[in-house]
């Protein structure tokens, strides 16, 4: 055996070891003391870091339905918008009402609740009839009924009906200061808004993964990977896509709340197609196929996007260099930022005899009907560029009866 040889395997080792020692308990406590000590930063930083979350889970919630039904949406900006208008005209309004009612300490905290729920109502009692509509549309007809419906919303609320909206100039918002027990919290204090952020969005991307690898996850995937065997199979695809279309503008009505309250202010740009482009080019940054991605896409785009802005001659250019980006990740790593490291995971720490472990993130699921056939959402094969290649099996139900019947004989013999 080479020295080259043994000094790849003693590598293996080591990173196998590793993985096998950090848990997903291990990790979240990690990410909970990364948080903590985050906030003692410089005040900027901290700011940075919050919308960096906020827009990881605005695309989180966009590739809700785009990685997992194939649906690619670019009106996703209404609902972002959404939720950050509801806040805002709640705060507007009802803070008055709200102070006669519980007393002005605890009024601002109660209005923010208020407005946040209101938000996301708004946002599902909107996706509700947009849904049922687009989702009858396929692959490009889709993605233009969602941009009409988008740059429809951007047009409404610069129109100022009934001065709801405040027209271009948008809505202010003033989160206020809460007063308990003689302790005075202002919630638009960026660090204290920081952990207010940190936890929301926490609940979001575990709401959203338990979402993804349930059931009902998994029979979008199935539908992702084949519309037409998933319907031969008796999936309702109409039904599924349309429950995953109001699952994601939930999420992402979330983010905007969470967007309005950074900014102090809901603007009628946050519905415009451009706000919900940046959704889509974190996906794709980061990877459509697997859960992480576009909360790495989110973290590359912004933080690429702060680092261009430190160079004056580079920053009229920006949308350059990130189309040469995009370019370059849609050639060389179609499966994004995060299919990229597990292939040099795969290449540094990976078992000689493994193939096909940088394949895609959603692989091995498949779903069982009534009638007792499969559909299978991956494939076995080598994993290329982090995608899964080879047959599909489609009579996978027969083929485990003849693997059984072989089984018995086996025995039997």
Known sequence: ??????SAGRVREFGTAVADGWTRERFGVLAAVGAILLSFGPSFQVFLFTEFLIIALFALGFNLLYGYTGLLSFGHGMFYAGGAYGLAIVLRDLTPFVADVVGAGLAPLVTFG???????????????PVGWLSVRLEEIYFALITLAFGMLAFSFIIQNPGGLTNGTDGIIILLGTVEVAGMEFRIGDRRLYYFLTVGVVATGIYAVWRI???????VCKAIRESPDRA???GIDVTHHRWMTFILSAAVVAVAGVLRA???SVASPYLSHWSTSAIAVVATVIGGATYFAGPIVGAFVYLYVRWG???FPALEAHWELFFGALLIGIVLYFKAGAVGGLLLLRDRFFGDDGDEGSGGDGDGGDAVATDGGETVATATDGTATDGTATGATATDAGVADTDRTTDDHRGEGS
């Open 114 to 128: 208020l407005g946040a729920f209101a938000g996301v109502a708004l946002v599902v009692v909107v996706a509700i």
């Open 231 to 233: 319907a031969a199979l």
């Open 212 to 218: 993804v690898n349930s059931p009902f996850g998994t």
């Open 261 to 263: 309250g950074l900014a």
């Open 1 to 6: 055996m080479s020295a080259d040889t043994e």
């Open 308 to 310: 261009i802005s430190r």
